[in-house]
């Protein structure tokens, strides 16, 4: 059985994990942090991570994706979608108004992810705006630090399976500030997995570093990709961390990475002058509602 590392049980990688394998068996080894979850499989000890890359709201979430460049060379084997939907999670008893009510005036302090807590801002600022946010490395992380401080006052923002897992309430139900918020989430790993659905798409991220001081030069790069018609879903830059003003290109391809046209799009590229990395060719899904 496949064994796939994640963070902790309850988390929104958790529910989009499990909807992905659509009930194929897998293992599941759940870390606190990200850092571990990438390494996790980077040591061998797992055959896939869940890596949480892109949101409707916050964009690119930037952390991972430098860990993605920087720190592991593991290939992306299949991208999915996901929508967030966040809960404020807690003790109802001890929120409990004279009436039966809710009162959110009574919460101190609101843990969460920082994803999350951006993803309900105008929530939080209309239903508790006295409550004190805190960080942690996960929204279930969140709901457990929640659990095991009773009576203080406290709430966490996070998955329904998040409570559930940790014997809490929903206190207040689909908190998020937009209804279209969704996740991109990423597994990577050696092999191919194979996933019980037909993908919606196939896509290729490369990263492109450009030779310096060579005007014009991102310019070329992308006519490489427009004459050949090549769709391009995303293009962001981001600094290289290794000289002040140095950034690579990452560009997500919607084509395979050895189809005719972009893998000689890349050998121009390269004769350019650039650095080309190509971090991965998969098939990417849609999300279904069910
Ligand atoms: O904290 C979680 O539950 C996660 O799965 C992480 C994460 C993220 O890092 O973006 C994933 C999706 C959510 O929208 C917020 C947080």
Redesign the pocket.
């Known amino acids: 059985m496949k064994k796939i590392a994640l963070?902790p049980s309850g988390?929104?990688?958790?529910e989009?994990v499990l909807y992905l394998l659509n009930g194929e068996p897998a293992e599941f080894v759940h870390f606190k942090l990200?850092s571990d979850v990438f390494m996790a499989t980077v040591e061998g000890k797992t055959d896939y991570s869940v890596i949480?890359i892109e949101?409707t709201i916050?964009g690119s979430?930037s952390l991972?994706m430098d860990w993605l460049v920087n720190e592991v060379d593991m290939p992306m084997q299949v991208e999915w979608v996901y929508p967030?939907i966040?809960n404020l999670i807690g003790n109802a008893s001890e929120f409990q108004a004279a009436d039966g009510s809710m009162d959110f005036s009574k919460i101190t302090k609101i843990w969460?992810?920082q994803?999350?807590t951006a993803?309900c801002r105008q929530f939080l600022a209309a239903a508790a705006p006295q409550a004190e946010l805190e960080q942690a490395?996960?929204?279930?992380?969140g709901v457990k630090i929640v659990k095991e401080n009773p009576g203080k006052g406290w709430a966490a923002i996070?998955?329904a399976l998040?409570a559930k897992t940790h014997g809490l309430d929903v206190l207040a139900e689909r908190i998020t500030d937009h209804d279209n918020?969704f996740?991109r989430f990423v597994l990577i790993g050696r092999e191919p997995i194979r996933i019980p659905r037909a993908p919606e798409h196939v896509k290729t991220s490369i990263l492109v570093t450009l030779p310096e001081d060579v005007p014009g030069a991102l310019h070329q790069v992308l006519s490489a990709f427009a004459w050949r018609r090549l769709n391009l879903s995303r293009i962001e830059s981001r600094p290289t961390k290794k000289r002040l003003g140095n950034y690579y290109f990452y560009i997500d391809v919607m084509a395979e990475a050895d189809s005719v046209l972009l893998t000689a799009a890349m050998g121009e590229i390269e004769a350019l002058g650039c650095l080309v990395r190509v971090l991965g060719s998969y098939p990417g899904y849609a999300y279904e509602s069910k």
């Open positions: 963070l988390s929104v990688s958790h989009a990200i949480p949101n916050e979430v991972h967030s966040q969460s992810h994803v999350a993803q490395g996960s929204t279930s992380e996070g998955t998040g918020n996740t």
